[in-house]
Structures are given as structure tokens and as C-alpha cells.
């Protein structure tokens, strides 16, 4: 996922475009902040890719901002201004949003920046797979995977997350089906449209469902519940 801060003076405004970071399969929400200034420490020494940063601030406003940066991360300028647009693109922002901003348009910034996000990834296969580990592509990074750190993989639309032990889940811009034919067969089972299970780390199962860590529960659907059953019953000790 994209890594992303917001800086907007305005409360409401900077709430708004938290909200809709947080709603956003492609954006991991990192910080917010009120001023530029706050701000300015945070990107210098932590791990950011994309800001929304209001251009019309006191005492710093988001354009001198992101010029004073030496190395800033990539920008999307969101003010009630139309005339700062040019400027904007001057200074290499990947979108420029005009307040009031609706969710479609702030989509419409983010499919520019996962385009320009992508584009930079080497130009591989998404994935690379091997007999005990895989490569994928997650945010803008290539990502080694255990399989054996696999315990399922949850659809989520055209992504996918990768649930591991002990680590924090992995995103990635694919298809469940396209990770599926990657997986061993005798090691990992689709048990849902939106669900794939590494058969070693499962423990329990109740009522139709797989339960790790206690408290997340794997729907068996019934496009697949008798292949699972079948997985069971060949497994079972009498």
C-alpha cells in the first residue's frame, strides 16, 4: 500500500481527507497534521510516499512546503483556489483537488498516483514463485513471502492481502486466481470466493468455518465445502 500523511489546517477538511485515506484499498493512512511546520520533522525521518497537502496555509504554505523539501515524497495539492493548479504541476504534484472534494475525484487523484506508483516497479511479473517462498509486488516494493508464513489470503476486490504469522499483512495488486495458481495444491486450499487457507496452520474448525487466532473466522462456502470436507475426512484419525 501507499504510505500517506495529510496536512491541512482546517479540521474538517483534514478529517475529510483522513476518512477517505482510510477508505482506500490502495492507501495505508500514516499521519495528519494541522500545519506544514508539524509536519516537516515527520517526512524528513519516516517512511512516506504520498502526501495530501493543502496549499493555502499560515506561517507555511504547502507549496513552499514541498519545496523546501530535498527529497520530498509525491504530492496531490488540495485547496479552494483554482489559480494554484499550474504552480502545482510546476513543482511535480501527481493531482491537483479543488475543495469541495468528493470521494470520486479523490479516486480519481489516487488511480494517478498508483498509476505513477506502478510504473516505477520493475517491469517483472507481478509475481515470482519459488517451492518455499514467493516474490510479489507491494507498495511500490518487491516483497519476499515465506509460504510457510502464509496462514490465508483474503480477496479484497482487485487486491489482495496476505495474511502472515507474526507480521503485518501484505497487499498486492492481483487476483486471487493468479495467486492461487501459484500456491501449492497440497499445501493451500481455496475455501471461499474471497478466502485461500494454508492447510498447515489450520487448528480448528467449527460449524463450516476455519478459526485462527481464536478469533478470525474463514467462511467454507458451498462452492468449495466438499473438497474441503474431502481434505478432512482423508486427514481424520478415528
Not at 492507501?27 to 506544514?36: D, G, I
Not at 489482495?160 to 492481483?174: A, D, F, G, T, Y
Not at 495444491?185 to 460449524?207: A, C, G, N, W, Y
Request: aromatic share 12%; hydrophobic share 40%.
Amino acid at each position: 500500500m501507499i504510505k500517506c500523511i495529510a496536512i491541512d489546517d482546517e479540521p474538517l477538511a483534514l478529517k475529510q481527507i483522513v476518512g477517505y485515506i482510510q477508505k482506500t484499498p490502495s492507501l495505508e493512512f500514516v499521519a495528519e497534521f494541522e500545519s506544514a511546520i508539524s509536519a516537516m520533522d515527520f517526512v524528513q525521518h519516516h517512511e512516506v510516499d504520498l502526501m495530501f497537502v493543502d496549499i493555502n496555509m499560515p506561517d507555511l504554505n504547502g507549496m513552499d512546503f514541498v519545496k523546501s523539501l530535498s527529497k520530498p515524497p509525491k504530492v496531490i495539492f488540495t485547496t479552494g483556489y483554482s489559480e494554484y493548479a499550474i504552480e502545482g504541476f510546476r513543482v511535480d504534484a501527481l493531482d491537483y483537488l479543488l475543495k469541495p472534494i468528493g470521494y470520486s475525484d479523490f479516486l480519481k487523484a489516487v488511480n494517478k498516483a498508483n498509476e505513477w506508483f506502478n510504473l516505477q516497479m520493475p517491469k517483472n511479473t507481478e509475481i515470482e514463485a519459488d517451492e518455499k517462498f514467493l516474490f510479489i509486488k507491494s507498495e511500490h516494493k518487491i516483497v519476499r513471502i515465506n509460504l510457510s508464513d502464509i496462514k490465508y489470503v483474503e480477496g479484497m476486490r482487485e487486491y489482495v492481502r496476505i495474511h502472515l504469522q507474526n507480521q503485518k499483512p501484505v497487499m498486492s495488486l492481483m487476483s486471487m486466481r493468479k495467486l492461487e495458481s501459484f500456491l501449492a495444491p497440497d499445501k493451500f486450499m481455496r475455501v471461499h470466493r474471497s478466502f485461500i487457507v494454508s492447510l498447515d496452520q489450520i487448528s480448528t474448525v467449527e460449524r463450516n468455518r476455519i478459526v485462527f487466532d481464536g478469533n478470525v473466522y474463514i467462511p467454507v462456502s458451498e462452492q468449495y465445502k466438499e473438497s474441503f470436507q474431502k481434505y478432512l475426512n482423508d486427514n481424520f484419525l478415528l
